[in-house]
């Protein structure tokens, strides 16, 4: 499973060392398309997902965000 973080979460390395087998820690205004095409789970603080960098990465299944809210995801283009 291939995870990108946001680098500005706390306390967050240790768990996912356990969980996933790789894991790329980016300030949240680097996940490009480029950068989550292969990925399986996206975790942001206040990074915006939009439709353009989730539309055409077939493996993503999670996108979780530390925060309140949900206006920073694309939420129609992540359900379909």
């Known amino acids: 499973m291939k995870v990108i973080v946001d ?11 356990r969980l996933a087998d790789e894991v790329i820690y980016l300030p949240g205004h680097d996940f490009t ?3 989550v095409k292969d990925a399986d789970a996206l975790i942001v603080r206040i990074a915006k997902c939009d439709g353009h960098a989730i539309e055409n990465s077939p493996n993503l299944k ?6 309140v809210g949900y206006d920073s995801v694309d939420v129609k283009t992540a359900t379909a």
Not at 7 to 12: F, G, L, V
Not at 62 to 67: A, K, L, Y
């Open 7 to 17: 680098n500005k979460i706390p306390y967050i390395r240790e768990a996912l060392s």
């Open 33 to 35: 398309p480029d950068i």
């Open 62 to 67: 999670v996108i979780g965000r530390t925060g």
